[in-house]
């Protein structure tokens, strides 16, 4: 099983054939998509969801498919038979992986603010993306891709969610808004200059891979 970082939130998952894309936002470039099985789509926000975009992939490509909570997929009308609606405790499988939903709401950013559906998606048991929350996996698991700044984020916060998440590794995702500075600030503090997280921290760059086994 193989990650590509692509902009922001949005990370290409490969294993034995299958290619699998979750949340090609508005800050993603679109090739990020080419070739793709499967999209998954955490939540609406534009930085994880880009309607025309999605469905200009769908037109492109018949055979791509697309997983998502119903208020995003509601949004997809005309292309519905397409896409799939799935919530907490679902399980389905692309290409022969397995995946998981977990998590229902979008973190608080307000409180006069409305909360959003969010779902995270567990890959094989190993690989989790938790969109815009810090939903805990079920169990420990092998890589948690970890949203490192947000509206909604701060890193105490994320320090104690890793710890509790128990990941042997941590790659930090959700990461258009900070500076290079502000990246370096808060890798320090998810990392080992930081109070410990128990986890490795993987830093991937845009366009960066990494083999998970």
Same mark, same amino acid.
């Given at each position: 099983?193989?990650?590509?970082?692509?902009?922001?939130?949005?990370?290409?998952?490969?294993?034995?054939?299958?290619?699998?894309?979750?949340?090609?936002?508005?800050?993603?470039? +679109?090739?990020? =998509?080419?070739?793709?099985?499967?999209?998954?789509?955490?939540?609406?926000?534009?930085? $994880?969801?880009?309607?025309?975009?999605?469905?200009?992939?769908?037109?492109?490509?018949?055979?791509?498919? /697309?997983? #998502?909570? +119903?208020?995003?997929?509601?949004?997809?009308?005309?292309?519905?038979?397409?896409?799939?609606?799935?919530?907490?405790?679902?399980?389905?499988?692309?290409?022969?992986?397995?995946?998981?939903?977990?998590?229902?709401? $979008?973190? /608080?950013? $307000?409180?006069?603010?409305?909360?959003?559906?969010?779902?995270?998606?567990?890959?094989?048991?190993?690989?989790?993306?938790?969109?815009?929350?810090?939903?805990?996996?079920?169990?420990?698991?092998? #890589?948690?891709? =970890? +949203?490192?700044?947000?509206?909604?984020?701060?890193?105490?916060?994320?320090?104690?969610?890793?710890?509790?998440?128990? +990941?042997?590794?941590? /790659?930090?995702?959700?990461?258009?808004? =900070?500076?290079?500075?502000?990246?370096?600030?808060?890798?320090?503090? =998810?990392?080992?200059?930081?109070?410990?997280?128990?986890?490795?921290?993987?830093?991937?760059?845009?366009?960066?891979?990494?083999?998970?086994?």
């Amino acid at each position: 099983m193989r990650i590509t970082k692509f902009g922001h939130a949005c990370v290409r998952l490969e294993h034995e054939g299958t290619t699998v894309v979750v949340d090609p936002g508005a800050f993603t470039d +679109p090739a990020a =998509l080419a070739g793709a099985d499967a999209v998954l789509i955490t939540h609406e926000h534009a930085d $994880h969801f880009e309607e025309a975009r999605l469905r200009a992939a769908l037109e492109a490509d018949p055979a791509l498919r /697309v997983w #998502t909570n +119903p208020d995003v997929a509601r949004q997809l009308d005309g292309v519905a038979r397409r896409v799939t609606a799935v919530g907490q405790d679902d399980a389905f499988e692309i290409g022969g992986i397995p995946v998981t939903v977990h998590g229902e709401w $979008h973190a /608080v950013i $307000h409180r006069d603010i409305p909360l959003v559906r969010n779902l995270g998606f567990l890959f094989d048991g190993r690989l989790f993306h938790p969109g815009d929350a810090l939903t805990v996996p079920p169990a420990p698991v092998d #890589t948690l891709l =970890l +949203p490192v700044a947000a509206p909604w984020t701060k890193v105490g916060e994320l320090v104690d969610y890793v710890r509790e998440a128990g +990941p042997r590794q941590a /790659v930090p995702v959700h990461d258009a808004v =900070l500076s290079p500075i502000g990246l370096a600030v808060h890798t320090r503090l =998810l990392g080992p200059g930081g109070p410990g997280t128990g986890a490795e921290l993987r830093t991937l760059g845009e366009g960066e891979s990494l083999d998970l086994g």
